[in-house]
């Protein structure tokens, strides 16, 4: 019992190895290379990571798993375990600690797999335009009679066939300078950003070449690769931002920059920048292309990502009246930053507006256009914080509140990421209270497969707000959002604590457990949503606007939100059904914009100058908005003739 | 005698320790911190790391030094080694290897001392205009009204109180903008680069605030640190230039950094910078601040120091036409060359011509003006390179020659840097032939000590100018160079290989022997003496200039070189002798006036683009004219009564 090594061994995927008593079950996996569900990051908040300890017979082997190897079990556990369960040996992976050898079986629900989030790229069009371009040109040799340096002779080419003047060359590229004119026989492509400097020079003539766009956002991390010489996406990858080891929200990540320990900023800061540097390996091999042939980035992110992201001191965004360092837009070298593209490649940062209105919402501003539109449009960037723009044609209004992941799928007990497996839309029949839903990664819907083909993980945002939204019109849901004890149907049923709904049945799932709307879930989805609504409420008291001509739903979060089912959800006030329209990520496509146009650039200087930030956390009316906005809303009459 | 470790002690200072077998002398007192001279290195060339082996008797111990415990003499060794010495246990620690125990005794010729080189800084007065300014400015705080943020507060009182536009921020002063404007309570002094980017900012009213203008010579590297407040030069500090151990002058180095080994440059530009970060601490030592309060560099140097500081491929520069890879200025982010000064700081590196005349000589046209001068001036600048510049009001034309770095005594029996105990000048009674000198550190000429307080250790570059001439003008040399044999005295002997003259006798000296002049060294002054001169006549003859009307002698060698002497020598053409001056490190004093004023960049950038750049290597004249130039000159009308 007292060795210093115990031998563990994860099921199903038969891997064992030796771990460090004493070291927690999670931490021996991630040693052993064994994927297990963190999205808290073992701060024992998200439950995901519920794994069960085995005791097993191994004759004439070392090796002798007992469940009671484990630490004792803590309460924090029965938050996500129950009484049963714990009798058959369930734990939290990131609680429970080894004592002795262990057999781990981690259940499907709890193995992570590739996330394929759909932070997907809509054909918005803009001329090609971008920062970084690249011009040939045939440079000539120096002679004894005009022995020309060669940044002279290649500024001359420029000027003469290309007509850019006054450049100047990025210092790694000045130091490969000689040796590649001369590769080259003069002949060469050189990159040039923003017609002023000079960030290589290529010994052959380079066609394609790459720019990347991000959206990071408090929970998923998305990254768009461009190639520069068409426009074209050619690689879209997605993570969840590792900075959620360290909490959540933004308010918990400033805290712990700030006052859990020294150099907390800076650990923040090499998580996401270490895990931008991951993404950009997969998306470049995806696209078949090297990290170093990505000659721009455009980020977008809240002001609290902004700052970390730049290891910026945030504390000053938590406390009124919440400036940021800077509004301006940045021009960094990626290298300050220790971001693995290309050596001389900048990292614009698009412009940020005000509180925790950020340059995602510029980005949204960039994507959407709302100052081009006619009507009356709210904009709903929905993430862990939700952000709101209001325009009225003579003003641009905008606010952040605080949602809390739940639309991303956390806080939701079977929530998970839009990976694979995941239930993205949900349909109820008011008769029968039957279920049918779409699994991410399979065509049709639900009932057009035999349950053992359907393999359901868990149910991501999308299909979050359709689950709720169903309940509510299918009448399992009274308008306060409790379950109706009234129903009786197999679906709908009690546990220990919390009436729940079951969406999947076991045999429908790789988790071989239904998969349940509960009551809690219900209401983290309510102070999501009422949350967003009392905002909205808020933004359109401050512009005098009545009603809402037009709502555009935009969000990383799983598939496109239905329109239709937001509006039962109550997630805005009442607009037309066929003026609501879902984008998906808003935020990431201004990024992409502003990679592909250089005007976009001027125009996201200019929107973050002119749109009014509303801080609603002090405005008078905003927990009155909240208190009211928690109810789901009377079921409208142009909401009659649902699809289904 | 098989052991892996042996022991060695060195003398006189009694340091003791163990050192691998194999180890050379050298290496094995570079490991034990015993200082050991070695200008190049250690490869085998310079012969100034002689020492003794010596045998004892160390009674109940194990230690037993044997001169035989080192490996067997080496034919290289003899060159500077006779072999009446080798007899007595003399070696070159650079060859020697240790095979056993050692006794080592380092004569006070081969001990390094503290290089004090005098690359004073002249009176140039300058108007203060530097490239970095300090502002102090009051920012207020931010309002729940306007929640402008920090940057957008500071730049606006900085634009209203000071009249400063469009000013963008360094990333690192960004990241620390929030916490430094709240602990000044808005009170801020602001570092502002050429009126355009913020490096920094203190929550404190700062009133000195400092620059480093730098002088990389390809063999002595100085820096001179001011006050960009008042202007003042607080420090002066210099070294060898680290990369000596690569080889001795740019040719070699070049070689060095493209086919000795694949990572030659990188080892090259390291060195230089690792010696600058040294160099940096002890001059901010000397002034008691801090390497973080440097917040700007300029460098000069030739073409080669130029490229290899940046790291910029030199190999070009070595092979016709010679283009370098950029004439312009450049500034760069210290941090990115790696230097360790203020983190936000710029190196501003002045632009180069073309060939080997590179920014140091662009230093040197901005330190003496020619384009101001009413008379028809030459400019010698003295160093390892020789850089010529002759104007005519009309033209200005440049040169680069190789001298080789006798003039800074190396490449000379007793040569040495400018050390305390460097003989600096020299007078020959024409009579008695007997000398006196004057040594570093001592306030008069060596007649007004008695022997044994002078401690003379060799001789600097003006001390050998001066022997040399001297020894012309007393009848010691004949035209030809050739020591007379038919003169008699004590002075003049044979020894082995060559004759030699005596200028201080070994009781005047702390080295125990004669320090001498031998017939060698005087050919090393001789031929860098005739490319000189020759290099003059050309660019005479380009000019059509029939006679000199002034000649300007700058360098860092040693003491201000003697114009007469100089004249004696023929170092250049004829000239009136009052219109000779020497004015020291003008390469060095034109990167202060840089750094002094902005306005000398600009000047910089436009005489780098007007001078004439004259390759001497390919000019059909050049060979006649050194051949002619290495005799000594006919004794002038002008030079009757010298100073004695």
């Given amino acids: 019992m007292n060795k210093k090594k115990v031998t563990v061994i994860f099921q199903p995927s038969g891997r064992r190895g030796?771990?460090?008593?004493?070291?927690?079950?999670?931490?021996?996996?991630?040693?052993?290379?064994?994927?297990?569900?963190?999205?808290?990051?073992?701060?024992?908040?998200?439950?995901?990571?519920?794994?069960?300890?085995?005791?097993?017979?191994?004759?004439?082997?070392?090796?002798?798993?007992?469940?009671?190897?484990?630490?004792?079990?803590?309460?924090?556990?029965?938050?996500?375990?129950?009484?049963?369960?714990?009798g058959e040996g369930y734990?939290?992976?990131?609680?429970?600690?080894?004592?002795?050898?262990?057999?781990?079986?981690?259940?499907?629900?709890?193995?992570?797999?590739?996330?394929?989030?759909?932070?997907?790229?809509?054909?918005?069009?803009?001329?090609?335009?971008?920062?970084?371009?690249?011009?040939?040109?045939?440079?000539?040799?120096?002679?004894?009679?005009?022995?020309?340096?060669?940044?002279?002779?290649?500024?001359?080419?420029?000027?003469?066939?290309?007509?850019?003047?006054?450049?100047?060359?990025?210092?790694?590229?000045?130091?490969?300078?000689?040796?590649?004119?001369?590769?080259?026989?003069?002949?060469?492509?050189?990159?040039?950003?923003?017609?002023?400097?000079i960030l290589d020079v290529q010994p052959e003539k380079v066609k394609d070449f790459y720019g990347l766009a991000v959206d990071i956002g408090t929970t998923t991390v998305a990254v768009y690769l461009c190639n520069l010489h068409n426009g074209q996406v050619v690689a879209t990858h997605s993570m969840m931002n590792p900075q959620v080891i360290f909490g959540e929200d933004v308010m918990t990540r400033i805290t712990y920059a700030m006052t859990d320990r020294e150099d907390g900023l800076k650990r923040l800061q090499e998580a996401i920048i270490e895990g931008l540097n991951g993404l950009v390996q997969s998306a470049a091999g995806t696209a078949g292309i090297l990290a170093k042939d990505i000659l721009e980035m455009v980020v977008v992110g809240n002001t609290a990502m902004h700052h970390i992201f730049l290891g910026i001191d945030p504390r000053h965004l938590g406390l009124s009246p919440f400036p940021p360092a800077i509004h301006n837009s940045l021009d960094i070298k990626a290298?300050?930053?220790?971001?693995?593209?290309?050596?001389?490649?900048?990292?614009?940062?698009?412009?940020?507006?005000?509180?925790?209105?950020?340059?995602?919402?510029?980005?949204?501003?960039l994507s959407e256009e709302p100052f081009k539109k006619e009507e009356i449009t709210l904009i709903i960037d929905v993430g862990?914080?939700?952000?709101?723009?209001?325009?009225?044609?003579?003003?641009?209004?905008?606010?952040?509140?605080?949602?809390?992941?739940?639309?991303?799928?956390?806080?939701?007990?079977?929530?998970?990421?839009?990976?694979?497996?995941?239930?993205?839309?949900?349909?109820?029949?008011?008769?029968?209270?039957?279920?049918?839903?779409?699994v991410i990664g399979l065509e049709k819907w639900s009932d057009e497969y035999s349950p053992v083909e359907i393999q359901a993980r868990g149910i991501c945002g999308s299909g979050i707000i359709d689950a709720v939204a169903e309940m509510f019109r299918t009448g399992v849901l009274e308008?306060?959002?409790?379950?109706?004890?009234?129903?009786?149907?197999?679906?709908l049923r009690k546990t220990e604590n919390h009436n729940e709904f079951v969406i999947?049945?076991?045999?429908?799932?790789?988790?071989?457990?239904?998969?349940?709307?509960?009551?809690?879930?219900?209401?983290?989805?309510?102070?999501a949503k009422g949350a967003l609504y009392a905002g909205a409420k808020i933004l359109m008291k401050v512009l005098g606007v009545e009603r809402l001509e037009k709502v555009i739903l935009a969000g990383g979060f799983g598939s496109y939100i239905d329109p239709e089912r937001a509006t039962i959800l109550g997630m805005f006030p009442v607009c037309d059904l066929q003026n609501i329209i879902a984008v998906g990520n808003a935020a990431g496509d201004g990024a992409r914009l502003a990679l592909l146009?250089?005007?976009?650039?001027?125009?996201?200087?200019?929107?973050?100058?002119?749109?009014?930030?509303?801080?609603?956390?002090?405005?008078?009316?905003?927990?009155?908005?909240?208190?009211?906005?928690?109810?789901?809303?009377h079921m409208q009459e142009d909401l009659p003739h649902l699809k289904s």
Same sequence: chains 1, 2.
Avoid at 42 to 70: D, M, W, Y
Avoid at 603 to 632: G, K, Q, S
């Fill in 384 to 438: 862990t914080n939700g952000e709101l723009i209001l325009e009225n044609k003579q003003r641009l209004v905008s606010a952040s509140c605080a949602t809390g992941p739940a639309f991303e799928g956390a806080h939701i007990k079977f929530g998970m990421r839009a990976a694979p497996g995941a239930i993205e839309h949900v349909r109820i029949d008011p008769k029968t209270l039957d279920v049918k839903f779409k």
């Fill in 91 to 197: 734990r939290l992976a990131c609680v429970a600690e080894l004592q002795g050898d262990a057999l781990i079986y981690i259940p499907g629900e709890s193995r992570t797999t590739q996330q394929v989030i759909r932070k997907e790229v809509r054909n918005n069009s803009v001329e090609l335009n971008p920062g970084v371009k690249c011009h040939y040109v045939e440079v000539p040799p120096p002679s004894l009679k005009e022995p020309l340096g060669d940044f002279e002779r290649l500024s001359r080419a420029l000027k003469n066939n290309c007509g850019l003047k006054d450049l100047s060359i990025d210092f790694p590229a000045l130091q490969s300078l000689p040796q590649r004119l001369r590769s080259g026989e003069g002949k060469v492509s050189t990159f040039v950003w923003m017609d002023r400097e």
């Fill in 335 to 365: 290298r300050d930053l220790g971001l693995k593209i290309h050596p001389g490649a900048n990292v614009h940062v698009l412009p940020i507006e005000a509180g925790f209105v950020g340059a995602d919402n510029v980005g949204v501003i």
């Fill in 504 to 527: 999947a049945r076991a045999e429908e799932t790789s988790i071989s457990q239904d998969i349940t709307i509960s009551a809690n879930d219900i209401r983290a989805v309510q102070l």
């Fill in 597 to 633: 146009n250089r005007g976009k650039r001027a125009e996201a200087e200019r929107m973050a100058r002119e749109v009014e930030y509303i801080e609603l956390t002090t405005h008078p009316d905003f927990t009155n908005e909240f208190i009211n906005a928690l109810p789901f809303p």
């Fill in 18 to 86: 030796q771990a460090e008593r004493g070291k927690t079950i999670l931490e021996a996996a991630q040693e052993l290379g064994v994927a297990i569900e963190s999205i808290c990051g073992g701060n024992h908040t998200c439950g995901k990571c519920r794994v069960r300890a085995k005791e097993g017979l191994f004759e004439g082997s070392s090796f002798e798993p007992q469940i009671s190897n484990l630490s004792t079990f803590q309460p924090e556990e029965s938050n996500f375990i129950g009484q049963k369960e714990q």
């Fill in 479 to 491: 308008q306060n959002g409790r379950i109706k004890n009234s129903i009786s149907n197999s679906r």
